[in-house]
């Protein structure tokens, strides 16, 4: 029971560094400002966290800065160095880089045809329907029977 107990609590502070991750991604983290979020050594946060996640903290924080800028990107506000600099990269070098790692795509091809597959979904929504779908509507085709 009281093993028990200690996992859960371990779970709890696990998730709440999690949260912290989410709120301050933007921020530079380390793992010793994880780990003391979390009151853990170092190595037994990151075995912690990567059993709970399947990431290590490392790979979350990244992928959680990927996605943002993504969303940034879309919305096509902000400059990609603004981008860059919102979602905690000093160097647009760098963010580019590891941007290209995440997406096969610059941020600037990124925003690209992102703009170019909302144009697209504004002009032709048909070419936004996968084929399958479309070939049913056109073909009455019915798969429940």
């Known amino acids: ?23 301050n ?11 003391a979020e979390a ?3 170092k190595f037994h946060f990151i075995r912690a966290f990567k059993k709970t996640y ?3 903290p490392h790979q979350y924080l990244g992928q959680k800065r990927m996605d943002k800028a993504k969303e940034m990107l879309k919305a ?8 860059c600099l919102r979602v905690g990269f000093e160097s647009r070098q760098t963010f580019t880089s590891k ?6 795509l ?13 144009l697209i979904g504004q002009t032709e929504p048909a070419q936004m329907i996968p084929f399958c779908f479309l070939s049913r509507m056109v073909l009455g085709e019915d798969d429940t029977e």
């Open 1 to 23: 029971m009281i093993f028990y107990i200690a996992m859960m609590e371990l779970h709890k502070r696990i998730v709440k560094t999690k949260l912290f991750i989410d709120r």
């Open 25 to 35: 991604f933007a921020q530079t983290i380390d793992l010793d400002t994880l780990s």
């Open 39 to 41: 009151c853990v050594s």
């Open 54 to 56: 399947n990431k290590t």
């Open 76 to 83: 096509g506000k902000l400059s990609i160095y603004e981008v």
């Open 99 to 104: 941007f290209r790692q995440h997406t096969g």
């Open 106 to 118: 610059t941020p600037a091809g990124y925003r690209r045809e992102e703009l170019e597959r909302k």
